[in-house]
């Protein structure tokens, strides 16, 4: 790295982050508008208030990143230009590509640091900052949900219509027991009215078996009392549902491998994994987007007519990014193309149009 790629670097850190401070804020406040009187008329303490928008911090920078790095490099060219310095560069037999490198590397490395914030600090305090308003606020909702349940508990799939009492009572419950790997070959079903929490187990009384053997019913009859084979406790229904952003992404991998062996919808889910390495490289997208643009505007008014160029790209970008994730959350697009079109579409485009520029304009 030689002085002219320091120098680069430098002038875009002095405009980066006061973009992401101002942002930042701007954000927050804006959020704490919108949420800061239901919390206070849920009950919540000031403290807990308080520590659930620090806790927000790390996601609000990591969604803030695109827009400052955006800014950074658009600010960063224009002083370049009206200083000069630009103007020197190019006498020197600096082209627009060397100049664009210690932008694009400084982009990268903040793509990096976005995807460590995803993966290994928002998930973390996504968790803590919404259970504090869960938890205090009583507005927890079911980690399976109290209607249309489905468990996987090793070799047994287990359908539940409803939870009543806190969880304590199972209506119309369906138990299916599998033999070997893969949930393929089915050896019981239990079916029972309802089940309840008893000294630690769960009590039906009337349960239908049913024995199969190589998919034929061999067997069937009713049992009067019986404990059922199922692991989970009253309280687990009323714990809290974790969403993706609160996961990494090797829970959200648990989290799939356990749908796809119920037998349950995952796509959205797979689909939030390939987003979350996509989504951290959009600081670089935004800045390859910008660096064309910094390069043809004029001096003169040329920071606005920039910004209102780069909004307009923006809204193209995202409004493609958002159809092709829609397309992936249906299934009719592969996650990985649903993840990624948008920003290999915006990065080719971007990286040619700063190819062909060959002098940046200077007047």
Request: proline residues 5%; without cysteine.
């Amino acid at each position: 790295m030689n002085r002219l790629d320091r120098y680069v670097i430098r002038r875009w850190l002095l405009f980066f982050i006061p973009a992401m401070i101002v942002l930042g804020a701007a954000y927050l406040s804006s959020d704490a508008a919108f949420t800061l009187w239901e919390y206070i008329k849920r009950g919540l303490s000031p403290g807990h208030i308080a520590m659930h928008y620090i806790l927000k911090t790390p996601n609000i920078l990591y969604q803030m990143a695109p827009i400052a790095s955006l800014i950074a490099t658009l600010l960063t060219m224009s002083a370049m230009k009206r200083s000069g310095e630009m103007t020197a560069a190019f006498a020197s037999g600096v082209g627009g590509m060397r100049m664009s490198a210690p932008v694009l590397a400084i982009a990268v490395v903040v793509s990096m640091m976005a995807f460590y914030v995803t993966e290994y600090m928002a998930p973390g305090a996504n968790r803590i900052s919404r259970d504090l308003v869960r938890n205090e606020s009583g507005a927890g909702s079911s980690v399976v949900g109290t209607k249309r349940i489905w468990l996987l508990e090793g070799n047994r799939v287990i359908h539940i219509r409803s939870v009543e009492d806190e969880g304590a009572r199972l209506n119309h419950l369906t138990v299916l027991q599998f033999e070997g790997k893969g949930l393929k070959d089915l050896d019981l079903r239990m079916d029972a009215e309802s089940a309840v929490w008893t000294s630690g187990a769960w009590r039906a009384d009337n349960v239908v078996m049913r024995r199969f053997m190589n998919g034929t019913m061999t067997d069937s009859g009713v049992l009067k009392d019986l404990l059922l084979p199922i692991q989970i406790r009253p309280e687990e229904f009323y714990k809290v549902r974790r969403k993706p952003e609160e996961m990494s992404m090797s829970e959200l991998r648990s989290y799939i491998l356990n749908l796809k062996a119920a037998g349950l919808p995952y796509v959205t889910h797979q689909v939030s994994i390939y987003q979350k390495v996509s989504t951290a490289v959009i600081s670089l997208i935004f800045t390859v987007m910008a660096l064309p643009i910094a390069f043809i505007i004029p001096i003169r008014g040329g920071v606005p007519m920039g910004l209102g160029l780069s909004i307009l790209l923006v809204l193209v970008f995202w409004s493609l990014f958002s159809l092709a994730l829609t397309l992936g959350y249906t299934g009719i697009i592969p996650p990985p193309a649903a993840a990624w079109s948008a920003q290999l579409l915006a990065l080719i485009l971007g990286l040619a149009a700063l190819a062909l520029i060959k002098h940046p304009r200077l007047t």
